[in-house]
Nanobody, 120 residues
């Protein structure tokens, strides 16, 4: 099993920045791919940023140029740097990884979510 714990959310004014962190721990695992998703009240969960195993990144159009996904393999950490935040970025943000454990998998894991609120 792999556990994910997000941190770094909070309340920020429009135009501000936040960096979300996701710490992965558990059995010996290899991260194949990772992503950040968000879910606003009354809306479906949506992909924000995705990093494939080959290192290519994908962003939803509304965050391109403002958000950056990155990873620290040595620390088993995934980050989302969010700049120029807008009120419409307000949501619960979830970390997601696709990982193999030994020769098993891949498996899909989710964090518990961290609230990001952007005031106008």
């Amino acid at each position: 099993q792999v556990q994910l714990v997000e941190s770094g959310g909070g309340l920020v004014q429009a135009g501000g920045s936040l960096r979300l962190s996701c710490a992965a721990s558990g059995s010996t695992f290899s991260i194949n791919a990772m992503g950040w998703y968000r879910q606003a009240p009354g809306k479906q969960r949506e992909l924000v940023a995705y990093m494939a195993s080959g290192g290519s990144n994908t962003y939803r159009d509304s965050v391109k140029g403002r958000f950056t996904i990155s990873r620290d393999n040595a620390k088993s950490m995934v980050y989302l740097q969010m700049n120029s935040l807008k009120p419409e970025d307000t949501a619960v943000y979830y970390c997601n990884i696709v990982a193999t454990i030994g020769l098993r998998g891949p498996y899909n894991y989710w964090g518990q979510g961290t609230q990001v609120t952007v005031s106008s």
